[in-house]
């Protein structure tokens, strides 16, 4: 006895016991189209005549479960609805049990297994509610009961952040119920801190608070007037601890990837009395310098870097009161530590026009500059190869006692280092120079 269906060529033997023929397939069959067995048997050489039968192959039901919300919970007016149990393609239909109707829109599932629909504008009340999904006209059986009551949720408290900072004066930030109020409260203070905080129609509020340095707790709760009138009272949030802590303090000086040398002054703004702590850090180290806000708002101090290697930095600035500290306020700077030689003019020499200005150095590019003016180039670039360099002035220098100052780029990449500290030379004296001749 043979046994043959339409969906595959392959041809199956049939167990035949006391003249009745039975046969199962492993393989499982399409749902939902029309399958045709057909069945022979065979007797020496002889075939018999096939008979055949069609039948089609339904898709069992599945009935859905309900996962979310958990049972009983409390849930706010917008709410997502989850379970198991879903069957890809079918349209799932949650139901308000108490008054029988479908309660938000139908889904039609993509994928098997877990789905979800979001419910909004629920009505202050006690659900309870099932699910239903449908395939082709097939409905499954209705899930199991579920409960849970929607009430005014608690707001969230979004900034501060818990175990966070903010500066003394700061922005109270958080969520909450479109067209809600919102109170604060503060650990030490009898009732509500803050009140009447309007809830906007993003969904958000914000308050501007000034606070002293310290470890705070705050809490919240918000109101809403529903639809019929009735003022709703929301649970207060979890207790969130942050600190108050000083603002970060404003860097004047040094200007924004501006050059810093061995000995740098870092300047500023603050809040009076409250510390400041400047850090450079470069290879590994750091060096820091400490100070105190003057009554007119104003920082500085002054710092040896010498000890760091050069290159492009960033200096931070902290401000503190006791226990507590800012963020760091930072600025990128281009340290130079290393120091060029200057051998010509040599100190107290009387040279004459045109100069010639050597030294030594690394590989780079140097510039001469005035004095009294660091715009004023006397030999603008000066090439530094072997470690010496040298240049003749592009101009007359003032008659009498000068100096130079001499700064140059890195270009050797032996230590990250890109450019030098300001060198100023010893002091020579410039002849005057002489009136042109004039033939008798």
Known sequence: MKVKFSDSPEEHLATVSNGNWAFQRAKEFAPDILHTVEVFQVVGKQTSEKASKTFTVLVVMLKPTITKPDADSKVGRVVTVGGENGMAGATLQLRDVRFDRPLGAPKVLSQDGVWSIDLSQLDFAIYTIDARQTLKGRPSEPSDRHSFEVVLLPPEITQPTPEGKLPRTATLMGKGM?????????????????????????????????????????????????????????????????????????????????????????????????????????????????????????????????????????????????????????????????????????????????????????????????????????????????????GESTQSLPGAGNWYRFQQDITDGADGATVSDWVDSQRFEVEPARPPSVDT
Do not use: C
Not at 217 to 238: H, N, P, V, Y
Not at 338 to 361: K, M, N
């Open 178 to 390: 479109v067209n809600g109020r919102v109170e604060v409260f503060l650990e030490g203070r009898p009732g509500p801190w803050l009140t009447d905080i309007a809830v906007g129609g993003n969904g958000e509020w914000q308050v501007d608070v000034t606070l002293p340095v310290g470890s705070k707790t705050i809490w919240a709760r918000q109101t809403f007037m529903d639809e019929g009138g009735k003022l709703r009272e929301s649970d207060i949030t979890a207790l969130l601890n942050y600190d108050v802590v000083p603002a970060a303090p404003f860097i004047e000086t040094p200007v924004a990837d501006g050059h810093i040398g061995r000995l740098t002054v870092v300047s500023g703004f603050g809040v009076p009395g409250d510390s400041v702590t400047v850090t450079v850090a470069a290879g590994g180290r750091s060096i820091q310098a400490n100070t105190r806000v003057l009554e007119d708002r104003t920082w500085s101090v002054t710092r040896d870097f010498s000890s760091l290697v050069g290159g492009r930095r960033t200096l931070e600035a902290v401000a503190s009161l006791g226990e507590f500290a800012s963020l760091a306020a930072t600025r990128p700077v281009v340290l130079g530590t290393y120091l060029p030689t200057l051998d010509e003019p040599a100190a107290g020499r009387w040279v004459s026009h045109p100069l010639q200005f050597a030294g030594r150095g690394r590989k780079g590019m140097g510039k001469v500059v005035s004095w009294y003016n660091p715009d004023v180039m006397w030999v603008p670039e000066v090439p530094i190869a072997s470690d010496k360099w040298s």
